[in-house]
């Protein structure tokens, strides 16, 4: 962070219903416009008790967001989420050739966002 005490980059997980955080679809969370971080007592998920970062958080307080997925899986929550996929050029940006098998997109989130992982953007 720097002295605005903001974090430079979140790096987060997704699952296949499209949750990041404990950020459940439908949830009242998602609706939460003050609170930084909430308890939740009813996640859908195991463990039903949890604590979770809000969108708030995510998106006042976060400078950079990663997501991270593997698998089939969350393909089609990437594919609803993004839209204008694009194949990146290879000057365009930096990337490591000794990554097998990864590849590098351009891509813009969908508005109104399908799943609470595409209502994060960061600052």
């Known amino acids: 962070t720097d002295d605005d005490g903001k974090i430079d980059c979140a790096l987060l997980g997704f699952g296949p219903d499209g949750h990041t955080c404990s950020l459940f679809p439908n949830h009242k969370l998602l609706s939460e416009q003050n609170r930084l971080v909430a308890s939740i007592d009813d ?4 463990p039903p008790s949890r604590i979770t970062l809000t969108l708030p958080f995510l998106n006042k ?3 950079q967001i990663i997501f991270c997925g593997a ?10 989420v993004f839209t204008d996929v694009e194949k990146a050029n290879n000057n365009a940006v930096k990337h490591d ?7 590098v997109a351009l891509v813009a989130l969908c ?4 799943y609470p992982c595409g209502m994060v953007h960061g600052c």
Do not use: F, W
């Open 43 to 46: 996640s859908p998920k195991p």
């Open 97 to 103: 050739d000794s990554v097998l098998g990864a590849k």
């Open 61 to 63: 307080c976060c400078r």
């Open 71 to 80: 698998g089939e899986s969350k393909r089609p929550i990437i594919q609803a």
């Open 111 to 114: 508005h109104p966002a399908p």
